[in-house]
């Protein structure tokens, strides 16, 4: 077997492997790293972010705790219908008609098991968040933040990278008003 073969049979196993591991639930201490944070201010400024960065994006205030550095929030995402689109719109009347043919022809079954495509109403969606401050010393402080859409979590790691840079940016507006 040449050396390009067993080269390309290398990366092909090695990507299959790859692909196979990203599925896999990742661990408690990897979770904890994704939702954990230091930051070189007080507990106190971190704290006000941290509500701050709430009410930007769209959560309402449910529990402040300094004593604990605990806060609570949530959002409501309100009911929606999807609208059916054209393309499925029209496969909704050829179904029709084929299955008035099927029926015509006596081809009962295969009329029965047409599928047929509604407008879908999504239901409302409450979003929870805790976030727990703790101060390290007098200017640094660790923040842990936990998201839940309804009673499942969210672990993706480009969605806490983007809730920390709006961590870092309401500190950058709470400390330049300092």
């Not at 092909?12 to 591991?21: E, K, T, V, W, Y």
């Not at 971190?46 to 309402?60: E, H, K, V």
């Not at 409501?76 to 099927?102: E, H, I, W, Y």
Request: glycine share 6%.
């Amino acid at each position: 077997m040449s050396t390009k073969r067993i080269f390309s049979l290398f990366l092909i196993l090695n990507f299959f492997l790859i692909g196979c591991s990203s599925s896999e639930k990742k661990s408690v201490a990897t979770q904890r790293a994704i939702e954990t944070r230091e930051y070189n201010v007080d507990a106190k400024t971190l704290i006000r972010a941290s509500i701050g960065t709430f009410q930007d994006l769209g959560y309402t205030i449910d529990t402040i705790n300094e004593e604990f550095g605990l806060i609570t929030a949530s959002k409501v995402k309100p009911a929606q219908v999807k609208k059916t689109n054209g393309f499925q719109k029209g496969m909704n009347v050829m179904r029709g008609l084929f299955s008035v043919l099927a029926l015509a022809v006596g081809e009962w079954e295969e009329a029965v098991s047409t599928e047929y495509h509604e407008d879908e109403i999504i239901p409302e969606q409450i979003f929870t968040a805790t976030i727990t401050v703790k101060a390290i010393d007098d200017q640094l402080s660790s923040l842990r933040a936990n998201f839940e859409a309804g009673k499942k979590k969210k672990y993706s790691s480009k969605f806490f990278k983007e809730f920390f840079i709006a961590i870092d940016k309401s500190l950058f507006l709470e400390t330049e008003t300092e």
